[in-house]
């Protein structure tokens, strides 16, 4: 056993020796050594609890999908985020609230049992559905904090109606949801809380809209064809993680950063990890303003006119990712500086490290290019863009059985 034991934390420290060489400068060699023991300690752990014979590299998953009774323990998800939304809990520290009922008739009273009556309460809740479901919601679901969605164990599909609307509110976690064809809403009053209805104006008609959100996690949920954007975080919105997700057939994918002129926006920070943005997908993967993006370790399969774009002096940093360009001659370029003359975005931070390009795909960096100068842009340790496609292989949402690993 002590043989078998010696190996593992071999093998752990060949898998992650790449990674730290990839994400460290080779002048901080105790800094290696620190995270290489961290990696050890936290798989060890994982081990003693029996998940480790399932690893992937993709640390979220291995947090928790290698558990099979995964469906007792739904809430120890909240513990298994990372990047600059891992302080994300959602409702951990709530009871589990059982969705029975899809329907939406009523956006001011909701029924008990409804999803639109759970995330309006003002307890922490960790929300689950009881069977398969597709949900047409009436007006936007105006979320509450402390709240977790959790499509985990049903196939449940948020679609055809107004979506999802995170506003001015903290810790929610949405998770294993498909989230398709979502509508414009509003000119009506819709209720946020308990005690608290509202008129609405028109929304966007976004997949998820954060609208000065704060610890957002969005992971593991397909998205696709909505009015506006999939995922889209404004005004102030900041400690996001978007992750294992997978978006297909849209426009405007991921818009971050209300407008040039929100400077209020200056101190938001999103990490973009393992998804996987595939097939029918133009632009804005995502498109920046003002902030601070750490885009790593996505797959890149698709896109018609850029992947990542942004105005207004953004930090981004793009570490371990695998880009795919499309054939057309003109589209080859990752990147679009936009609004800007080459004068002002040439100052711009702007760097791919460790990025995979293929069939002619190329990324135009800008900036000082100092490491320092990317603190506020880094979350994570990126993992070797050779890696992408094991580590994103199951982005979007799972097919969960209960008493099985998932």
Request: a neutral charge; proline letters at 4%.
């Amino acid at each position: 056993m002590a043989t078998s034991f010696s190996l593992t934390l071999l093998f752990l420290i060949a898998l992650t020796a790449p990674s730290l060489i990839n994400s460290s400068p080779v002048q901080e060699p105790e800094r290696v050594v620190e995270e290489v023991h961290r990696s050890i300690n936290a798989s060890v752990t994982r081990r003693q609890l029996g998940y480790f014979s399932c690893g992937t590299g993709n640390p979220i998953d291995d947090c928790w999908r290698c558990d099979p009774n995964w469906e007792k323990n739904r809430q120890r998800l909240a513990d298994c985020a990372i990047g600059f939304g891992k302080q994300a809990i959602g409702g951990r520290n709530g009871r589990i609230y059982v969705i029975t009922d899809s329907s939406d008739d009523d956006a001011v009273n909701p029924k008990p049992g409804t999803l639109r009556y759970a995330v309006i309460q003002d307890e922490p809740l960790w929300i689950i559905f009881s069977r398969d479901m597709v949900i047409q919601l009436k007006e936007e679901l105006i979320m509450n904090s402390f709240k977790t969605i959790d499509g985990r164990g049903a196939s449940v599909h948020i679609a055809g109606g107004a979506c999802i609307t995170i506003q001015y509110v903290t810790n929610i976690i949405i998770h294993g949801l498909h989230i398709h064809d979502c509508k414009q809403g509003g000119n009506t009053y819709v209720r946020d809380s308990p005690s608290h209805y509202g008129w609405r104006t028109i929304s966007d008609g976004d997949g998820v809209s954060i609208f000065g959100g704060s610890h957002i996690w969005v992971d593991h949920c397909s998205l696709s064809n909505c009015n506006d954007g999939l995922i889209d975080a404004i005004h102030g919105s900041t400690a996001i993680t978007i992750s294992n997700n997978y978006m297909t057939h849209h426009d405007k994918v991921m818009l971050l950063g209300h407008s040039d002129a929100y400077t209020q926006d200056k101190n938001m920070q999103v990490t973009i990890a393992f998804n996987h943005f595939g097939e029918g997908l133009v632009q804005r993967m995502p498109r920046c303003r003002h902030g601070y993006f750490h885009v790593v370790n996505n797959d890149y399969t698709h896109w018609e006119m850029y992947a990542i774009g942004g105005s207004a002096a953004p930090t981004i940093n793009s570490q371990g990712n695998r880009f795919l360009a499309p054939d057309y001659r003109y589209s080859k370029e990752v990147t679009k500086h936009e609004d800007a003359p080459q004068s002002d975005w040439k100052n711009w931070n702007w760097r791919s490290e460790g990025d995979l390009m293929l069939n002619g795909a190329f990324f135009t960096p800008s900036g000082a290019g100092a490491s320092s100068s990317y603190a506020k842009a880094s979350s994570l340790g990126a993992k070797p863009s050779s890696l992408v496609g094991t580590i994103t292989t199951a982005a979007g949402a799972l097919s969960c059985k209960k008493g099985s690993r998932c």
